[in-house]
């Protein structure tokens, strides 16, 4: 194994994990995953934010689903967010905005 530094200066994680219809636990994948990272990596690389300084990235389960929604993290997996992908994208690219502005 060897250890890498990390290109980006934050990562964020946005739950995408899908399951087969009917399944008893929720997915977020299903609840706009997928099209809330696309609109934010076009919206972080119009900002000139996309590349170094911050890296979005989808994962599989976070094993916290809830309801209806997407789990996404802005601090690596430390501490995670229940959000509305469609209704909260606006709030999810200003905290984005606030990470990358911090040293």
Excluded: Y
Excluded at 4 to 26: D, E, M, W, Y
Excluded at 37 to 57: D, F, I, M, N, Y
């Amino acid at each position: 194994m060897k250890d890498l530094s990390s290109p980006f200066q934050n990562i964020v994680l946005i739950c995408g994990n899908t399951r087969p219809p009917g399944a008893p636990k929720h997915s977020c994948g299903d609840h706009g995953a997928e099209d809330l990272k696309r609109w934010l990596k076009q919206q972080l690389k119009a900002e000139g934010l996309w590349g170094t300084r911050v890296r979005v990235s989808t994962t599989s389960c976070l094993d916290v689903c809830p309801k209806e929604g997407v789990i996404c993290s802005f601090d690596r997996g430390q501490s995670l967010v229940h959000l509305d992908a469609e209704t909260e994208r606006e709030h999810v690219l200003q905290r984005i905005r606030e990470l990358c502005a911090s040293p």
